[in-house]
Nanobody
Framework: QVQLVESGGGLVQPGGSLRLSCAAS????????IGWFRQAPGKEREGVSC????????YYADSVKGRFTTSRDNAKNTVYLQMNSLKPEDTAVYYC?????????????????????WGQGTQVTVSS
């Protein structure tokens, strides 16, 4: 059974950092693309970043480029989202996602329809 569990969210001041984790079970994570998405109150879910399955290429939304970094630890079957220089507008529930039926093509892994398996989400609040 495919399962993704996010952790690492919390309350942080503007300019601070958090590292989110996405722990996978039921499949080998390094064979598949992993996407990070977020949903703020009253807004649609949006793609934040993703990491490909093969060459570990990474893609980022313009709003987080230069501040967020995605990486994977295959030994731990875990993907991370390092978030630096956090802003109040980064406040949202963050989700990781994957799809075992296909591999998204390039930056299409930032698109929600590319994924069918989702974690439960972790809340990130950026506030002073």
């Amino acid at each position: 059974q495919v399962q993704l569990v996010e952790s690492g969210g919390g309350l942080v001041q503007p300019g601070g950092s958090l590292r989110l984790s996405c722990a996978a079970s039921g499949f080998t994570l390094d064979y598949y693309a992993i996407g990070w998405f977020r949903q703020a109150p009253g807004k649609e879910r949006e793609g934040v970043s993703c990491i490909s399955s093969s060459d570990t290429s990474t893609y980022y939304a313009d709003s987080v480029k230069g501040r967020f970094t995605t990486s994977r630890d295959n030994a731990k079957n875990t993907v991370y989202l390092q978030m630096n220089s956090l802003k109040p507008e980064d406040t949202a529930v963050y989700y990781c996602a994957t799809d075992l039926s296909h591999l998204p093509d390039g930056s299409s892994c930032l698109r929600e329809p590319e994924f069918s398996s989702w974690g439960q989400g972790t809340q990130v609040t950026v506030s002073s």
